[in-house]
């Protein structure tokens, strides 16, 4: 059986409420996804919890601080075992270097680049001239050459990325179904898109989240893998 790239963002504010999604949908999912929110709320208990559905745990916390706090977080993580911790590349490359030195040796350590959220004026703002996709291209090459694991890019980016760098593990967030009904067809990219163009993870919340009946959601997102 194939492996299945799909990790199902739990950005639920209720833990029970988290738990019961998983576990419904648990046989057609890679693993689960754990963002800064679920984790500032139900921290290491809250992990705990999920993992023993025994799917791998992506904490997706966005590290970003000086090397040595950074380093300090993952190796306070390290007992949860997670499967994939994301920093941010902005930290800097010694960040980056002792966020990895200090994961376990299970852990992938992705790089986040440039914020989805953030536009060119946002980025001038801050001091940054170039633009989002310039930037994102220098904060990869920057993550790779600090040994990470790889980044977080949207399937729009991943294939020219992935070109780049041919053993990068990508985490690719952002993707709707086909069928979708998400009125900005064009732009959409579906998940086997993503994986076809070179994606490691397909980070999938809403589309089954939200889903009237997410497990046949999640059952169909896999039929297309
Ligand atoms: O949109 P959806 O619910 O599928 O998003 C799943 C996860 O991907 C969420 O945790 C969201 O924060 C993240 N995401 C992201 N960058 C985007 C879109 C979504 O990191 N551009």
């Known amino acids: 059986m194939n492996h299945n790239p799909v990790f199902l963002a739990l950005d639920l504010p209720r833990l029970d409420s988290a738990e019961a999604l998983a ?14 929110e679920f984790f500032c709320a139900h921290g290491h208990h809250g992990v705990h919890e999920l993992h023993k559905l025994g799917l791998p745990i992506f904490l997706d916390l966005k590290l970003h601080d000086i090397p040595n706090t950074v380093a300090a977080a993952m190796q306070a ?16 490359r010694a960040m980056m ?7 376990g040796e299970n852990t992938k350590v992705v790089a986040v680049t440039v914020l989805t959220s953030l536009d060119d004026d946002d980025l001038t703002a801050i001091g940054v001239k170039a633009d989002p996709a310039e930037q994102a291209l220098r904060l990869a090459d920057l ?6 694991d790889g980044i977080v890019c ?12 041919k053993d990068g593990y990508f985490v690719v ?12 067809q ?26 009237e009946d997410p497990l046949a959601a999640a ?4 039929a297309t893998l």
Do not use: C, F, Y
């Open 97 to 103: 270097e002792d966020a990895k030195a200090a994961a």
């Open 143 to 148: 993550a790779h050459s600090a040994g990470l």
């Open 154 to 165: 949207s399937g729009h980016e991943v294939g020219a990325i992935h070109k780049q760098w």
């Open 77 to 92: 993580i390290h007992v949860l075992e997670p499967a994939i911790v994301t920093v941010h590349a902005a930290g800097g």
């Open 23 to 36: 576990r419904k949908v648990a046989g057609h999912i890679g693993g689960i996804k754990l963002g800064l």
């Open 219 to 222: 059952k169909a997102i896999e």
């Open 173 to 184: 967030p952002g993707l709707r179904p086909a069928e979708g009904g998400n009125g900005d």
């Open 186 to 211: 064009k732009r959409i990219v579906t998940p086997r898109q993503a994986r076809d163009a070179g994606a490691s993870v397909l980070v999938i919340g809403r589309p089954i989240s939200r889903a």
